[in-house]
């Protein structure tokens, strides 16, 4: 997969999908009894083909970029 096209994902976000289902079903998980989440939420994601990062989807940061970007040459235009 190119940059682009790679879909990146908060393996914290899957932590919390799962918990509110268990909840949801009746159950009562909590946080840290077997461990952290985040490397097993994280191996999850992979299983799926979903690279895993704290920062979350990529498509973002590069939409960020590009917004900063398109701010710092309006800048330097008006300068």
């Known amino acids: 997969?190119?940059?682009?096209?790679?879909?990146?994902y908060n393996p914290w976000t899957v932590v919390d999908l799962v918990?509110?289902?268990?909840?949801d079903i009746g159950l009562h998980p909590t946080l840290g009894s077997?461990?952290?989440p985040g490397e097993?939420?994280?191996e999850l994601l992979r299983a799926l083909g979903i690279k895993?990062?704290?920062e979350g989807d990529v498509r973002l940061q590069h939409e960020k970029e590009s917004q900063?970007?398109?701010?710092?040459?309006a800048m330097m235009e008006d300068g």
């Open 1 to 8: 997969m190119d940059e682009q096209t790679e879909e990146t």
């Open 19 to 23: 918990f509110r289902h268990l909840v």
């Open 34 to 36: 077997g461990g952290p």
């Open 40 to 42: 097993p939420a994280a």
């Open 52 to 54: 895993p990062t704290a």
């Open 68 to 73: 900063l970007a398109q701010l710092r040459a």
